[in-house]
Every structure is written in structure tokens, then in C-alpha cells.
């Protein structure tokens, strides 16, 4: 079991199954909306939503790498239990800082994902779907 590490990790492994399964639903539904908008020609700008669920199957895949919730750290708890089922509150000021500051960058990574994902996509369906 890993320990609680102030910025580093604050989740536990069924905590992290949790975040890599957030991360395949949002795949799921990324695909789920760009098939949608391709195969019954939709407008293209539809496919500027797609961001939306990049942005959530990033956040789940790298919280899940990283060992670290963006959640817990806005609520200034961790769980580091086999279980995912032992939430305690993170005392030390500093600690939360840490957490605070680990989560922001997890959110601006996700948010890169997210936009050169959608730029791609537009990119690509440009080129295959040109009248």
C-alpha cells in the first residue's frame, strides 16, 4: 500500500482503478460523439464537445498515473487504503498547498490533452471529410 505523500499521492490502488476507469468512460464517449457527428453528418463544429470528454479521459488516465486525485486535494482529504475506502482529512497547511498546487498542474495537463486533441480532430476530419 502507498503512503500519503504531501503533492505526490494521495490515492491508493482501488482508488486509482477508479481514476483509470473514469478515463475509459470518457474515451468511450469521446469516440461515442465523433462517430456520431462523422457518420450522420453532423456539423463539424459538433465536434469542438469532443474537448469536453478529452479533457475528463485525460484527467482519469493521468490521475490514475500519477497516483493522485484533483478531488481529494480540493477537498483536502486522501485515501491511500487497498480498499479505496479510508478518506482522512490532510492536516498540515503546507500539506494541502502541495496538493493544491499537484492538482493544477494534472488540470492544465489534461486541458493541453484536451485542446491539441480537439485541434487534431478537426485537422484530421478536414482532410477526410473534404467536399
Not at 3 to 17: D, K, L, V
Not at 75 to 101: C, I, N, P, Q, T
Request: some cysteine.
Amino acid at each position: 500500500m502507498p503512503e500519503y505523500q504531501p503533492g505526490e499521492c494521495n490515492i491508493g490502488e482501488a482508488e486509482q482503478r477508479r481514476r483509470y476507469a473514469l478515463g475509459l468512460l470518457a474515451s468511450v464517449a469521446t469516440l461515442v460523439l465523433i462517430t456520431w457527428v462523422l457518420t450522420n453528418d453532423g456539423p463539424m463544429g459538433l465536434l469542438a464537445l469532443a474537448s469536453i470528454p478529452l479533457f475528463g479521459a485525460a484527467e482519469g488516465f493521468f490521475q490514475g498515473r500519477y497516483e493522485f486525485c484533483t478531488g481529494f486535494a480540493s477537498l483536502g482529504v486522501y485515501d491511500v487504503s487497498d480498499e479505496g475506502h479510508d478518506r482522512r482529512e490532510v492536516r498540515a497547511e503546507a500539506d494541502r498547498k502541495a496538493d493544491k498546487r499537484r492538482a493544477w498542474r494534472i488540470h492544465a495537463y489534461s486541458a493541453s490533452v484536451a485542446v491539441v486533441g480537439t485541434v487534431l480532430l478537426y485537422v484530421v476530419a478536414g482532410l477526410v471529410y473534404i467536399d
